[in-house]
Every structure is written in C-alpha cells, then in structure tokens.
C-alpha cells in the first residue's frame, strides 16, 4: 500500500476555461467563505488520501513586467488565505485527513511557529503537520521588513537551525510532566521542564515553549526541496520529502539517494515516506481522457497559459524578469543569458529540453507539474500508479489538479474506489493522528 496527498493553494484558484473547462463552478466567489476547501477535505477524506499539503506565497507580485497587473488580473497567487487557520476550518469538517500548512523557515521566527502548530496540534485531535520552505521571493521578503532574500546557502542554513529549535522545544516538557494533581492542587513539575538556550547564527530562543506537547508529541513535516541542501533537511527533521519526477530512474535515485541521507542521520529509513509530484488526467475511459490532454496541451500554447507560465517562473526565479525574454530565443540562448546560477530544481526541469527549442515552444509544451503518463480511465490511471509504486517502492503519489469540483470527484469518487479495490491506498484509517497515518505503511 502507499499514500496519496493532495496540493492545494489557499487562494483564489487560478482557472483557464480551455484547461479547466466550464465546470469551475463560482471559486472565484466563493473562495473567501472557504466552503470550497471544506468541501474539498470532505472528498480527500472520503477517497482515503494520508493529507493535504496546503501551499503559500506571502507578496502580491509586481516583479513581472514591473507592475501587479498580471499577478491581480488573474489572480496568481493572491489574494490568498492563511493556510493555518484555514487548516483549522477543514478539519472542523472532517475526522480523519491531516493537513500540512506551508510556513517559511525565511519569515516565521521557530518559537512563534512550535506555538502555533503545537495549538493547532490540539485543536486538531493530532491532524496538523507543516511543509517547511525556505521561500524564493524578494517581494514576499520586503513584506517582513527585509530588503531581499539571502543566498539559497543561507536560507537552507536558517531553515536547520529553524527545525532544530522547533524540535527542541517540542522536546522541552518531559512525558510526565504533566501531574493535574486535584488533591495538591499541582498542574505540572517545573523540573521536567527544560529551557533549551539554543544559541544559533541565525536564531537563538531560551525555551521553554509555554505550552504542553500535543497528541503528535512531534508535528510531521513535510519537505519538497529537492536540491541537495533540501534533500539533506529532509533527511535530518522531516517525515516525508515530495519529489518532483520526471522518469521512473529519477524516482528510484532519489528513493536511494533519501535512504542514504535518512540512515546517515542516525534514523530509520522506514519512518520516512518518498512521495512523488504529478497531475493525473482521468476521466470516464481512455480515449476521453487521452483527448483531454490533446485539449490541454493545445491550450497551453494559447496566450493565457503563456503567460501563466511565464509569471510562474518570473515568480521562483525573481532575478530574471521573464516578461521581457523574447519567445523565439533559444533554450540555449537562454541558459547563456542566465544571470542567476542556482536556478532551483523545478526551473531545471523545464528547460531540460534539446537547446534548438524556442522559448515559446518550451513553456507551450512543459509546466511546473507534468502527468507522468497517468492518463486514462481511473482503472488505467490505478494500474499505471500501482505498475510504478512497486518498480519504484516510493510512498505515494502528491496529486496536483485543476481548480473546480469536476477534477476532485474524479479522482476521490472515480479513481480512490478503483484504487482501494485494488488494495492500493487506504480503504478506512488506521489511527487517530496525522503522523500514525503517514507511518502505518
């Protein structure tokens, strides 16, 4: 068996009527109630996914073309909700499913943020976890009173000492801390709990954290870096790493490559789930589903999926503004125009591509997330995720969709039945907490 996590903004989701279709229903008002991610945790539940990791941006963009014109006008990226209260609001609506906010080890000081998912940790019943990032925006940066963000080195260096206070101060108050004592009158023994006077380079916190541990004890994190420096994070503080995959041989390296990297840490490789990035097309039979994506990739040559894409790069990459790169040139003009020599992972896989492509040609034919060949009916789509699970002996599938209800009931009520008939994914849940679920299997 293996797990399936859900990707999910917190925002206003960007819709395309040539990708998307007509059935995006009224996200773009009804957004801000938040009914949608309710109902949309209701179906994650329903279809047995582990959790939902909930992305965030902090900055209304104006970097592309200089202005937020883009960035507003098609609502990229903003307006958008906080994904910790919101998780607070979807789990009110369901029992079992955990979620995984995003918080920036960049912005967020370690103590504020083991408060708050300590209390989220409660209120849950054990339902929450985080997706730790390092952010790649300047603008977002100037929002917390920086002028820019430091080198990559440096965040993954802050983001270290950001989860090592984080899980000290979980730490701090011992398992029997705790007395509630009616008779003396006693809540707790002070000596069982422990200031940790980390002192770091880049942050320092006494400790302890005034709060008692939650029903996780430990809060799962999830990492999606997948660099060198992200992997190794991975490897020392967090519960499961998100791969982004082209091919089944990178999949299998980085598998291997995070097993070396968990065992090197003094942990056992078992308590460590591989999952793997990718946007499924399913619909009633494969010839509907293989027309789709002939539909979906003629529509990503269309001028609103170009400049989707282009504003997607401007964005994780801001020291190049793509607005102002010429279409016609060359993959290999433009790794020779490249000022910027740490281009993250994601933008590597885009352009890895023969350098004769155009530009144009390149955003017309890639994206941020590829299908991984899952096309088809949900019976095809569950064979080919099963065929690749046990080539590949990875932990799951993080399942990226478009923005209305039509995709999600296609994969929680067409595909998570064939895949639980299968024996597959989940059928009910095991345990009560995030971090049970994620380990179970």
């Known amino acids: 068996m293996y797990h399936l996590a859900w990707f999910q903004g917190c925002g206003l989701p960007p819709w395309n009527p040539d990708i998307d279709g007509p059935f995006v229903g009224n996200v773009a008002r009804e957004w801000a109630t938040g009914e949608n991610f309710s109902d949309l945790a209701r179906a994650l539940e329903r279809g047995g996914f582990t959790f939902l990791l909930m992305e965030d ?15 507003l006008k098609r609502g990229f990226f903003s ?29 967020y000081h370690p103590w504020a943020a083991a408060r708050m998912l300590t209390t989220l940790d409660h209120l849950t019943d054990g339902r929450i976890g985080m997706n730790v990032v390092t952010s790649t925006q300047h603008r977002a940066a100037q929002n917390f009173g920086l002028d820019a ?15 090592e206070i984080f899980r000290q101060l979980e730490a701090a108050w ?26 770091g380079k880049y942050y320092s916190s006494r400790g302890p954290l005034n ?36 091919t089944v041989d990178e999949m299998r390296e980085l598998i291997a490559d995070m097993r070396d990297r968990v065992t090197g840490h003094g942990r056992n490789p078992r308590d460590f789930k591989t999952m793997f990035l990718c946007e499924p097309i ?7 589903a293989k027309r789709r994506h002939e539909r979906m990739t003629k529509a990503k040559s269309e001028p609103p999926a170009i400049e989707w894409m282009r504003f997607y790069l401007d964005l994780v990459t801001p020291s190049i503004d793509f607005s102002t790169l010429d279409l016609e040139m060359t993959v290999a003009d433009f790794r ?33 997330m590829l299908d991984l060949g899952l096309i088809g009916s949900p019976e095809t789509v569950a064979r080919k995720m099963d065929e690749m699970m046990e080539e590949v002996g990875g932990g799951g599938f993080l399942i990226n969709a478009p923005a209305g209800r039509r995709a999600v009931v296609e994969i929680c009520d067409g595909l998570c039945p064939v895949l639980q008939r299968r024996g597959s994914i989940r059928s009910a849940y095991e345990h009560k907490t995030f971090r049970e679920n994620l380990l179970a299997y």
């Open 79 to 107: 307006p958008k909700h906080d994904p910790f209260p919101m998780s607070l609001k979807m789990a009110m609506a369901t029992k079992h499913i955990g979620f995984a906010p995003t918080i920036s080890s960049s912005f």
């Open 149 to 163: 963000l430091p080198p990559k080195e440096a965040r993954y260096e802050a983001a270290n000492e950001f989860c």
């Open 174 to 199: 011992e398992d029997d801390a705790v007395l509630i004592d009616y008779d003396s009158g006693y809540y707790a023994d002070h000596r069982k709990v422990h200031r940790i006077d980390y002192q």
């Open 282 to 288: 399913v619909a009633e039979s494969d010839d509907e």
């Open 211 to 246: 709060h008692i541990p939650g029903p996780q004890r430990h809060v799962p994190m999830v990492e999606a870096g997948n660099s060198p420096a992200g992997r190794d994070l991975a490897a020392h503080y967090a519960d499961a790493i998100i791969g982004n995959c082209l």
């Open 336 to 368: 020779k125009s490249m000022i910027d020599p740490q281009m993250v992972s994601i933008v590597d896989k885009i352009f890895r591509v023969p350098d004769e492509m155009s530009f144009r040609e390149v955003l017309s034919t890639r994206g941020p």
């Open 57 to 71: 941006t902090t900055q209304v963009d104006d970097h592309f073309g200089g202005t937020a014109e883009v960035a």
